[in-house]
């Protein structure tokens, strides 16, 4: 929904593809011109005239949590492979933005030892292993659609539901950390990261490549908590 904002900021005319039954709180501007369709079939992505003189895809779509591996390739890899077939038998392909997650990267093993956008990923969990097989799905097609692939870390900011859970016990009296308290995780600001994303889909020289998206220095959850508590 920020980069929703964002491009209609600038002027953009803006196209939103939409799962039927979905919540749709990332388009609820007027101006955001709606296409559902049913992102497992094929033909049902190929034929939509979302595509239509677009000249930017930024694909945000996706599950960060499903019971099992199949739910999980089920709501990232075939709705991506789907979309990239697509692109790629147009005649101008548009320029994408796929948003994927340090996740299919993998943790670092110390932190002085921090992982790199050109290490061998190493995903750990079944989401982050979806969002690596999403990838290579969308890399298939590389030679026919210029692709940006973009890593986030943990989102925090407004709207952000997951990190509100820590806002919500902040304000009780016990807060349970979702992890060992001195594990580090990289995280990012939206507005960091809708700029991040929108420099990817411009800049010339990033087509093809990979980029992190984080804060500079990881926190833990210990300094996250205790943020989050005096501000509260």
């Given amino acids: 929904s920020h980069l929703v904002d964002a491009l209609l900021s600038s002027g953009a005319p803006v196209r939103a593809i939409t799962r039927a039954g979905a919540r749709s709180g990332a388009v609820r501007d007027p101006r955001v011109e709606c296409h559902a369709m049913d992102l497992l079939a094929e033909d049902s992505v190929r034929r939509s005239p979302v595509w239509e003189g677009a000249t930017h895809v930024f694909h945000v779509g996706g599950v960060t949590k499903a019971p099992t591996a199949a739910r999980f390739r089920s709501g990232n890899v075939r709705p991506t492979a789907n979309i990239f077939s697509a692109l790629a038998d147009r005649s101008a392909p548009p320029r994408c933005v796929l948003v994927s997650s340090q996740a299919a990267a993998g943790p670092a093993a110390a932190a002085d030892a921090p992982v790199r956008e050109d290490d061998a990923p190493r995903p750990v969990e ?14 298939r097609q590389a030679g026919r659609v210029p692709i940006v692939i973009v890593r986030p870390g943990a989102v925090s900011g407004p709207r952000d539901r997951d990190f509100l859970r820590a806002f919500k016990q902040a304000a009780s009296r016990i807060a349970l950390y979702a992890s060992p308290r001195e594990q580090a995780i990289s995280i990012v600001h939206v507005s960091d990261l809708v700029d991040g994303l929108i420099r990817s889909a411009e800049l010339p020289g990033a087509v093809g490549r990979t980029y992190f998206l984080a804060n500079e220095t990881p926190v833990t959850w210990s300094t996250i908590y205790r943020t989050v508590a005096e501000a509260t």
């Fill in 126 to 139: 079944a989401y982050g292993e979806s969002k690596l097989e999403a990838e290579r799905e969308a890399m």
